[in-house]
């Protein structure tokens, strides 16, 4: 099993360039989140997926969109890339059932000039 | 706002002692408590999960759970300089069970 698999794993993006950040498990898990993780700070909720055609808004979802037509892939797009957005990137996974815990990709690391 | 507070650290700790990491959270209707490892450069580490008061052991590590007093701690046993890490508690609730994080202790066990 590869678990959660993220790509691209580094990326150097221009002001206002736009981007998809990938993610797909392989674990059948219904829920999929994105992170986002800034020096020092801890993980912060972009969005989230509680199965395949449904989205919901995190803590920090300005700037960002995501879709979910499938249970393996929860893709991530920034449209008008800003350098506030220059950070760790984090997708991660869990089982339905409730209180499980979440399982997470290796991570992109973005940043834009 | 729910909240997960951790002491930054660095907290630093001699090869073979015990490790006390603590965290303490807002939200009293929390229902699930995690704690993940993090190497420097890389992804979150599932090491722990707690639910219930009490004590749960896993090899050298510990959790402990107080949710009177919205307390969650990390005992690491027999420290190894393998262990130095970040260490993040997470507490997750509501109907989505969301967690919250918080923004880590760096442990360092010096050989």
């Known amino acids: 099993n590869a678990g959660v698999t993220q790509t691209p794993k580094f990326r150097i993006l221009k002001i206002g360039q736009s981007m998809t950040l990938q993610c797909t498990q392989d674990?059948?898990?219904?829920?999929m989140y994105w992170y986002r993780q800034d020096p020092g700070m801890g993980l912060k909720l972009i969005y989230y997926?509680?199965?395949?055609?449904?989205?919901d808004k995190g803590e920090v979802p300005n700037g960002y969109n995501v879709s979910r037509s499938t249970t393996e892939d929860f893709p991530l797009r920034l449209e008008l890339a800003a350098p506030s957005q220059t950070s760790v990137y984090f997708c991660?996974?869990?089982?339905?059932?409730?209180?499980?815990?979440?399982?997470f990709g290796d991570g992109t690391r973005l940043s834009i000039l | 706002q729910k909240e997960v507070e951790q002491n930054s650290g660095p907290l630093s700790v001699p090869e073979g002692a015990i490790a006390s990491l603590n965290c303490t959270y807002s939200?009293?209707?929390?229902?699930?408590f995690f704690w993940y490892r993090q190497y420097s450069g890389k992804s979150p580490e599932l090491i722990m999960s707690?639910?219930?008061?009490g004590d749960k052991e896993d090899g050298r590590f510990t959790a402990q759970l107080n949710k009177a007093s919205q307390y969650v701690s990390l005992l690491i046993r027999d420290s190894q300089p393998s262990d130095s890490a970040t260490y993040l508690c997470?507490?997750?609730?509501?109907?989505?069970?969301?967690?919250?994080f918080g923004k880590g202790t760096k442990l360092s066990v010096k050989p």
């Open positions: 997926s509680v199965g395949a055609g449904i989205t």
């Open positions: 939200d009293r209707g929390s229902q699930s």
């Open positions: 991660a996974s869990r089982q339905t059932a409730s209180n499980q815990p979440q399982h």
């Open positions: 997470a507490v997750g609730g509501g109907s989505q069970g969301n967690l919250i």
């Open positions: 674990m059948n898990h219904n829920y």
């Open positions: 707690i639910y219930s008061n």
